[in-house]
């Protein structure tokens, strides 16, 4: 029966394992814990392709467990009582090990019904997830286990599982395989850190080749193979919001090159709604007083590049992405309302002054003088009178930028009201 290269070739020792040296290194936590053999349970967090059913695999070989595999996508409260029935039995003389895959699919009951069996012991838990645990696993789960983090597998970590999958092959297809210049660093770097990626890669070139005594894998072939497999994006994960972030931060920190990348990456995913989005946000947020025209020239780019549509947004967005990187930065006006909207959310608003009021909202018969100055009948259009409530009186939540425009601003108004 075929079986995907990625899977015949799985580490079975930590050795092998690449990547990882965080923790799996020769000091690292979750290698140590490995080799002493104290499991307990553990949540795996991290991309596709890291390693987390492979090292899972060697936390059973190592420690004598029956390793149990559920998918959280396919599976039911059934399948985890059949798990559980075997603790105790000559089916799991020495305990069960239980890896549940994409954990975040269960649900809130589906999760509580693990609690008795991980907390007593009779059952590990290793639960892997792509998406931030903290966020997708119930609390109680969390509490009795020690989450470890697995990163993208860096191009030269992958390159060696490159050398052992063409190894294999060579074995499999019985001839030699050639790679031209370039084609095995290639594919290390096109995978986006997922190892399961590179290799399967490699398989498919190796199946693409006429056979023969000797296999010639092409960078043209590599190319084809591997086109677009780096991207890592799903519109309703982490990495989604990660990509976003990462735009913002790097328009934010006057990098127009980490700005066109983190673009660039969002229009390949097709995702033109978050791009304008989120650009919208930052030159208002980030941009803003200190250059205000750039909130409509933003917002025609915008506009442009809805209308356009792909592939022909990019330009527009191109265009806005570089000059909000490279503008003059402020957020005093968004420091300024979200400081008055902590003091409104926390109750703290007042009666209006009487000379604010609206006149014409007095009872017939009951007008007062209302003693409002009107501004446009004073030198300069103004005068000192009071506008926020008493109990607000001295409140201040506005701090003139350090650019250049709100710092002409602020010299203007403190010659007048001096």
């Known amino acids: 029966m075929y079986q995907p290269l990625a899977d015949e070739i799985r580490p079975t020792t930590l050795s092998e394992v690449v990547g990882q040296a965080h923790i799996l290194g020769e000091n690292g936590m979750l290698r140590r814990i490995i080799e002493r053999g104290a499991i307990s349970n553990m949540v795996f967090y991290g991309p596709s392709g890291t390693g987390k059913t492979t090292v899972a695999n060697i936390i059973a070989l190592q420690t004598n467990r029956t390793l149990r595999r559920l998918n959280a996508t396919t ?32 649900n809130k009951k589906q999760q509580q019904s693990l609690l008795e069996f991980i907390e007593n012991g009779k059952v590990t838990l290793i639960a892997s997830t792509t998406e931030n645990p903290y966020f997708y696993v119930f609390n109680a789960i969390l509490s009795r286990s020690t989450v470890f983090e697995f990163k993208p597998v860096s191009s030269e970590d992958i390159v060696p599982a490159l050398n052992r999958g063409i190894a294999f092959m060579e074995k499999r297809l019985e001839a030699h395989i050639t790679l031209e210049e370039g084609v095995r660093e290639f594919i290390a770097s096109s995978c986006g850190g997922d190892v399961r990626k590179g290799l399967n890669a490699l398989e498919l070139l190796c199946a693409a080749q006429p056979l023969g005594a000797t296999v010639l894998l092409t960078m043209e072939d590599a190319k084809t193979v591997s086109q677009r497999s780096a ?25 127009p090159d980490a700005a066109v990348h983190y673009l660039s990456r969002l229009l390949e995913a097709g995702d033109l709604i978050s791009a304008c989005r989120r650009i919208m946000v930052t030159a208002c947020e980030d941009i803003g007083l200190a250059y205000p025209q750039v909130i409509p020239i933003v917002k025609a780019c915008v506009d442009a590049a809805n209308m356009l549509g792909l592939p022909e947004a990019r330009i527009a967005l191109g265009d806005a992405v570089i000059l909000l990187a490279t503008a003059p930065k402020s957020n005093s006006a968004y420091l300024a309302i979200d400081a008055a909207l902590r003091d409104i959310r926390a109750g703290k608003t007042g009666d209006f002054p009487r000379h604010l009021q609206n006149v014409h909202a007095d009872s017939a018969g009951l007008e007062r003088e209302q003693g409002y100055l009107y501004p446009h009948n004073f030198p300069s259009h103004y005068v000192p009178q009071q506008y926020l409530p008493d109990t607000l009186k001295n409140a201040r939540y506005y701090d003139y930028g350090d650019n250049k425009l709100e710092q002409a601003a602020k010299r203007y108004w403190d010659q007048i009201k001096k």
């Open 75 to 106: 599976a039911s409260l059934s399948d985890i009582r059949d798990v559980l029935a075997e603790v105790g039995t000559l089916m799991a003389p020495n305990g069960v090990l239980l890896y549940l895959d994409e954990i975040q699919y269960f």
């Open 231 to 255: 991207m890592r994006y799903d519109r309703e994960g982490d990495n989604h919001y990660d990509i976003l972030s990462a735009l913002q931060k790097s328009i934010r920190g006057s990098d």
